[in-house]
């Protein structure tokens, strides 16, 4: 394919590689259905201005080196990439510059393609996706009509997060501290028309799915915690004196009931009216109007010091008839249980810190361990006190005895909660997927047919929000007003456009059937690929995508779309790479580091190398650019293994001695377990120890091994391999080449017998390698019963530690 040249020169050979790949569409996806199949994905970007820094190729390294080693294991390898395109950044960078967005998003994903092209990394481009694309948000509007049609999407009017800067509602996790997370604009609380998704009724199935998924287990527990289901009672409380229905509450805690001295409502409950009493409404009235300024964050989590007022009004308490005070307080959640809170301060730390500021009545129904602070509310296990019928039993029995008794008084039920919400799916902005819905005169709602899909987003000049809570579209006449395909009825768009989340759903189904016109996927097609074999990415997505791709996925399963009930079936998410000042990489820190830099200077096959060098791959590291000299200097030597200084062949003819047939074996038996397990960087330190080896031999790369080490090397640094193995082998290309196969009987260890001696007394021997080095001899050593035994609690005065030889500690005494 090319001149061999006697220098290594990545900047040469690296781009003409890269060219080869796409011209041939070497890593295309087979359609050969009978082969073994290995979905490999990538979270995909968000295409930001910025471009990529040196962070974000750390998850695809990983996942490239993954698709090319399964590929010489012979599978089929789905490798795809695309563009999670849609979103707030690109309108307000439209607002701010007068920039459409599409325009924006052009240019940004074309930026984004070179820099991953730039570092070879083997996706098979004919998939590529985007979901700015109304090719494929006509199957994000087909699927939202399915959740219509299953009655898993609603309208409802409902307090949101809205921001009068940014022109839009934010969910919950897009507020940090009261103000919004892009731009830092206040926030304030807003009933608003918006769609909902019901994923509260699939709460227990993505509860229970996580059981069977190899993921982390700490993203399972931030997945369990997010969706909070609590087994505990409903319980009425009567109000005294109020036209009203009684309030009820939902607590985890119905055995601490005797114990509930005042409760707590929402200021936005529906009986604020009705229970706040005259003389205390003008207070009341003011606190609920602050309390609408606030996030839900704020009022919970980060208040410190919890406020309230009083209504005036009582409630009865259902098992002792007592009176208690009814309040509003706005660390309690109109979204959050049923809105209503029955506080018991004895066994509740915050219900306890809120009556000794208001001075309310505190009783214990638990009876603290001897020496408990009696300044301090008490959360654990104990004997029931002050609690009648339930005295003298544990927190457990008494929990059933209770929920049994409110229900045969008929003043409660057992129940199940959680804390998971229905998902609020509107956005008050013009770049994303218009709702195919359409609005009646007589307020009724209907659906476009699905034959008249995609609802394709208007071209517009102007960006601004419409000034009354709905999106831009508002302001698109021509668009907005249409027809009814089915009634001939004028009818209004829906302004409402579907948060970004809404295109990374379900992106994993459409790589796999990305030109289909007909259906979302192929049944044939899907059967064979899902689920996802291996999905990388952040861990800042371990709750919010996961869970609300998990939810579509199931309701798709349901529907008969897909075959599997779980799309990801492993998930490892990588670690941070950090600035070389040890801080998290920003632009206002400027430690930013460019990658295409990196690839200027030291080319993409040494800061492939070196991004997994660093570390394993799920660790937190700092970047170190001198780290790619190392790299860079590994590849030159491996180069030079196969050609000399002046361009000519030094692959030697001769069998490799045996030591170095030994070594490459071992060597390759640990790349291939490494790479089972992820473990790059010590696969890489492996074949570097494999090169020195070679190296001191004096000879170049034996020809018997060379095709062998080139395969072994080529998902690391892919263009060296192919450009050695087409120029100096004469070769087959290696992206789709068998893997060799290792020589077991090498990787037989010769044995030696070592004594283990204490102050000079043998206490052990141990049968190990005879390459065993000083530090694993000691380790191995150490470890031995009798030798742990002598050495526990004694002073260690000196260590003398001969490999294959001896072992013997000197201690005092």
């Known amino acids: 394919m090319t001149e061999r040249s006697g220098v290594y020169d990545p900047k040469a050979l690296e781009p003409r590689w890269q060219r080869h790949w796409l011209e041939q569409g070497t890593y295309a996806t087979r359609d050969d259905l009978s082969l073994p199949k290995y979905y490999v994905l990538d979270m995909f970007p ?213 114990g509930a001295t005042y409760m707590v409502i929402a200021p936005e409950h529906e009986a604020f009216d009705a229970i706040v009493t005259d003389a205390q409404r003008a207070a009341c009235e003011t606190y609920r109007t602050a309390a609408s300024h606030k996030s839900d964050l704020e009022r919970s989590e980060l208040a410190k010091e919890k406020t309230g007022v009083f209504t005036g009004r009582y409630a009865i308490n259902p098992v002792n008839r007592e009176r208690i005070p009814i309040w509003i307080a706005d660390y309690v959640l109109i979204g959050y249980g049923t809105g209503a ?98 609005h009646h005169e007589d307020g009724s709602i209907s659906t476009v047919p699905e034959s008249d899909l995609p609802v394709v987003l208007p071209e517009v000049d102007r960006f601004e929000p419409s000034g009354t809570g709905e999106s831009p579209l508002a302001n698109v006449t021509e668009w907005l007003e249409t027809t009814d395909p089915v009634s001939g009825e004028p009818v209004r768009r829906e302004t409402n456009t579907m948060p970004q989340w809404a295109g990374s759903c379900w992106y994993y189904l459409r790589y796999i059937d990305p030109h289909n016109d007909e259906a979302l996927i192929d049944p044939a097609l899907e059967k064979h690929w899902l689920p996802v074999d291996l999905y990388v990415g952040g861990a800042e997505h371990a709750v919010l995508h996961l869970l609300y791709a998990r939810f579509w996925h199931k309701v798709l399963f349901d529907i008969g779309v897909v075959s599997v009930d779980e799309p990801f079936r492993k998930l490892v998410s990588q670690g941070m790479i950090l600035g070389e000042d040890g801080e998290k990489m920003s632009k206002s820190r400027g430690n930013v580091v460019n990658p295409d830099d990196m690839v200027e200077r030291f080319g993409a096959d040494a800061f492939r190398l070196y991004e997994m060098f660093m570390g394993p791959l799920t660790a937190t590291k700092p970047w170190q650019t001198a780290g790619l000299s190392g790299t860079h200097r590994f590849l030159k030597r491996a180069w030079r293994l196969f050609v000399d200084q002046d361009g000519n062949r030094r692959v030697s003819e001769d069998a490799p001695s045996e030591a170095v047939a030994t070594e490459f074996h071992r060597c390759l038996d640990k790349v291939e377990r490494d790479l089972e397990d992820l473990s790059f ?29 080139l395969v072994m090397l080529e998902p690391f640094a892919p263009h060296l391999a192919e450009e050695l193995n087409a120029s100096v082998l004469h070769g087959d290309e290696l992206a789709w080449a068998a893997w060799p196969a290792v020589d077991a009987a090498r990787l037989v260890r010769d044995q030696v017998v070592v004594p283990v001696q204490v102050n000079g007394k043998l206490r052990a021997t141990l049968s190990v390698d005879a390459d065993l080095d000083a530090a694993g001899l000691e380790a191995r050593a150490r470890a031995e019963e009798n030798v742990a035994r002598l050495l526990e609690g004694a002073t260690i005065r000196k260590v003398v530690c001969v490999p294959g030889r001896i072992v013997n500690f000197v201690v005092a005494g």
């Open 341 to 438: 809170i029955m506080a018991v301060p004895g066994q509740d730390e915050r219900d306890w810190e809120f009556a000794e500021t208001y001075d309310l009545p505190i009783l214990r129904t638990v009876q603290p361990p001897e020496g408990w602070d009696d300044g301090v509310a008490f959360t654990g296990d104990g004997p029931a006190i002050h609690s009648g019928f339930l005295d003298g039993l544990g927190v457990a029995e008494a929990k059933a005895k209770m929920t049994a008794w409110l229900e045969a008084e008929g003043k409660g039920t057992a129940a199940v909660h959680t804390k998971l919400r229905d998902w609020l799916f509107s956005r008050q902005r013009y770049w994303g997927e218009p709702f195919p819905v359409l």
């Open 46 to 258: 968000y295409p930001s201005g910025a471009g990529l820094h040196v962070g974000h190729p750390l998850s695809y390294t990983a996942t490239d080196i993954t698709a090319r080693y399964k590929r010489h294991r012979g599978f089929n390898v789905l490798h795809p990439m695309g563009w999670d395109a849609f979103g707030l950044p690109a309108e307000q960078y439209a607002l701010e510059h007068g920039v459409h967005p599409a325009a924006t998003t052009r240019k940004n994903i074309g930026n984004f393609r070179r820099q991953l092209q730039a570092l070879g990394f083997s996706y098979d481009w004919t998939r590529e996706v985007d979901t700015t694309d109304p090719g494929y948000y006509r199957w994000t509007q087909w699927i939202f009509l399915q959740l219509f049609k299953q009655g898993l999407a609603y309208e409802a009017e409902v307090a949101v997060n809205w921001c009068p800067a940014l022109g839009t509602v934010l969910a919950n996790e897009e507020v940090i501290e009261g103000k919004s997370e892009r731009g830092g604009h206040p926030v304030e609380r807003r009933p608003m028309r918006q769609w909902m998704l019901k994923i509260t009724a699939y709460a227990d199935r993505l509860l229970a799915g996580l059981d069977d998924l190899d993921w982390p287990e700490s993203i399972k527990t931030l997945q369990r915690n997010w969706i909070g289901r609590s087994v505990g009672a409903e319980v009425d409380f009567p109000v005294d004196g109020a036209a009203t229905e009684p309030l009820r509450v939902f607590t985890t805690r119905p055995d601490t009931l005797f």
């Open 681 to 709: 960087n010590t696969a890489i330190a492996a074949m570097m120890e494999l090169v020195n080896v070679i190296t001191k031999e004096g000879i170049g790369m034996p020809a018997a091994l060379a095709r062998d080490f």
